[in-house]
């Protein structure tokens, strides 16, 4: 019974440590919302700082609308602030999600010296996962085909052709860079994204 007892103590102090670990790391990244509160607060370098850093919590094109309001006001920060600003906009696809509200042309010009967003051209074949449960990625576009990848819901994917209902895609965007994703390619159901 003692030894019973004592393999279950190492078992819980496993799980205990595993979670304590597990949770320090998704703190220590934290989420858009979280830096935006951070920002919103007066620690403007540490935002966006850390926004830098936390790309892979990203969806569109929610992510977008928050984060065009902070750009703007970096911008007009210190030149530190402003420079970290314009490397957000850039690392999340130039904001490309919030390209229809009135300051994203603002936005733009300040950083790129453009205003007019379609010559963006780059977004033109991109899509971006609507179904909340994310969507299969498969070798094949059939039901029956085998799974290479799950994509994460608010993830954008790159058409690379078309075949009936389904999109042959790759992962693009800031969350690519995840293993998970890095140099996949499958078939989609078009009924689980949208026109980015």
Known sequence: MEKLLRGFFKLLLIFGVVFF?????????GSLDMWADFYERGERHKALFHMLDCADSYKV????????????????????????????FENYNHL???RLEPDYAIVLEKVSGESDYKKLDQYRDWYWVTAK????????????????????????????????EWIKARPVGPGAIDPRFENKSGYIHRSLVKKY
Request: some cysteine.
């Open 21 to 29: 670990v597990c949770q320090t790391t998704a703190l220590a990244c």
């Open 96 to 98: 490309w999600g919030a």
């Open 133 to 164: 449960n994310g969507a299969n990625m498969r070798t094949s576009p059939s039901l029956q085909g085998r799974v290479v990848t799950a994509v994460k819901y608010g993830m954008q994917v790159k058409v690379i052709s078309q075949k009936g």
């Open 61 to 88: 094109p929610q992510d977008d609308l928050l984060l065009l309001p902070i750009i703007k006001d970096a911008l007009q920060r210190d030149p530190e602030v402003a420079k970290l600003a314009e490397q957000v």
